[in-house]
């Protein structure tokens, strides 16, 4: 049931129909049915509480931060040790601060394999790192574990969090 607004007057008698009210609106709020598309507005949640961050084992100030994330992939033609490509961010994060950045391996395919969100996942041989890091994007490296060589095309996600 969703959220309803009820008055009330100082030293009113409740009717047993608003206790029930009472009782559906708490229970709403427990089941999400009771909160309203974009009744949390980001300005009233204390940020400062969430998200903390450290730089060389030193606390850095709290400061607004955003979360991007995405999936990309690697095509690798012939054999190769090593193979990266570039990720851009959707949004640029604060100029001179060096976001935090998680790749993970999702699978594979053929070279000439158009894009697919379901990449072969039955081999997890390989992993991928973020290196050249900048406020607008990293280098993605990818490397098999046994150090054999890729062919290919690789898929892996990404989360990136930084100030914003």
């Known amino acids: 049931m969703a959220y309803v607004n009820l008055n009330f007057v100082p030293g009113e008698i409740l009717t047993a129909a608003k206790m029930n009210l009472l009782a559906a609106n708490d229970a709403s709020f427990h089941d999400g049915t009771g909160i309203g598309d974009g009744s949390i507005q980001p300005q009233h949640i204390g940020w400062k509480d969430f998200i903390q961050s450290k730089q060389d084992n030193a606390t850095l100030p709290v400061t607004p931060a955003i979360i991007q994330y995405g999936r990309a992939r690697v095509r690798v ?25 998680i790749c993970t391996y999702n699978g594979y395919g053929s ?17 991928f790192g973020a290196v ?18 890729l062919r290919g095309v690789y898929y892996f996600s990404w989360v990136a969090i930084g100030a914003a």
Do not use: H, Q, Y
């Not at 033609?77 to 950045?101: C, H, Q, R, S, Y």
């Not at 050249?132 to 054999?148: E, H, I, L, W, Y």
């Open 77 to 101: 033609p012939t054999d190769t040790v090593e193979a990266t490509t570039l990720v851009t961010f959707p949004k640029e994060f604060e100029n001179g601060m060096i976001p935090t950045i």
């Open 111 to 127: 070279a000439s394999d158009p894009w697919s969100d379901t990449p072969n996942p039955s081999w997890a041989g390989a992993t």
């Open 132 to 149: 050249g890091v900048t406020n607008s994007g990293f280098t993605a490296r990818c490397r098999r574990f046994d150090g054999a060589m």
